[in-house]
């Protein structure tokens, strides 16, 4: 996804507890940093999950681990700057099991969700609004 604003503002979205709430989760106990455990909130969803900061690279790279046992994930979140004022941003989630009966529902709903997530993202740092994180509820 491109994102139409400097590195810096991307990632400080994403780790800054007062600003992942206008695009993402509805709470964030602590800024994202290397080996932090860190408690989300979906308010939404009435859902809590925590996840370990696994590495944080300043205005390039988070990576965190979440889920529980056999069903972790982890989500490396790229980003590359192009320019003074364009981001590119990129989402990968490892650890789905193919063998999984669910496996291909599973990865078109995950999609889906990085998706959203990164058209509220965009919502909110361009254009200031961050309503659209509550529209979506399943």
């Not at 503002?9 to 992942?20: G, T």
Request: hydrophobic fraction near 40%; charged fraction near 30%; proline fraction near 1%.
């Amino acid at each position: 996804m491109n994102i139409l604003k400097p590195v810096n503002e991307v990632f400080e979205a994403f780790v800054d507890p007062a600003k992942i709430r206008n695009f993402w989760f509805s709470h964030s106990s602590d800024r994202w940093e290397h080996g932090k455990t860190v408690t989300l909130r979906y308010d939404e969803y009435d859902a809590q999950l925590d996840i370990e900061v696994l590495e944080v690279d300043i205005n390039k790279k988070i990576v965190f681990k979440w889920g529980a046992n056999e069903e972790e994930h982890i989500v490396t979140i790229s980003l590359k700057e192009l320019g003074k004022s364009n981001t590119i941003i990129e989402v990968n989630e490892e650890g789905f099991n193919e063998n999984d009966d669910d496996f291909i529902s599973q990865l078109i709903d995950n999609k889906e969700g990085w998706v959203y997530m990164l058209t509220c993202l965009k919502a909110y740092l361009e254009f200031g609004v961050n309503e659209l994180r509550v529209g979506l509820v399943k």
